[in-house]
């Protein structure tokens, strides 16, 4: 075996599940290697696309699996979509600052001090 192959896991029902859960996850910005700065945008189409290919294998292979499989199945798709919606609204929170708050005045100190808080 050379230095660049690997042995690869079994071509399985779950290790497809699990495949398309983690490439999900990834197109919704949960897995990120390096500077935060560098953090890509989330894919919410690409994500959006890959829960409905799940979606899509739960109902073709649904009383064809295992119910281990079946569970896996419905447990990563309730997962996904939560994450879907976290992802959402983690998006439109970061993108529509509130306009009472002016940005420079975005508190970096977790505190007031006591002229602040009137004391």
Avoid at 36 to 49: G, L, S
Wanted: negative net charge; without cysteine.
């Amino acid at each position: 075996m050379s230095d660049q192959e690997y042995p690869l896991p079994p071509a399985t029902f779950e290790f497809l599940i699990l495949s398309l859960k983690a490439q999900t996850e990834m197109h919704l910005g949960m897995y990120h290697f390096g500077e935060e700065k560098d953090r890509p945008d989330p894919d919410f189409r690409i994500a959006r696309h890959t829960i409905d290919l799940l979606a899509m294998l739960q109902e073709k292979t649904r009383g064809n699996v295992s119910m281990e499989e079946q569970r896996l199945v419905d447990n990563a798709l309730t997962e996904l979509r939560f994450r879907f919606v976290q992802a959402m609204e983690h998006k439109e929170t970061k993108a529509v600052p509130d306009p009472a708050v002016p940005e420079a005045a975005v508190p970096e100190v977790e505190s007031k001090t006591d002229e602040q808080a009137g004391g």
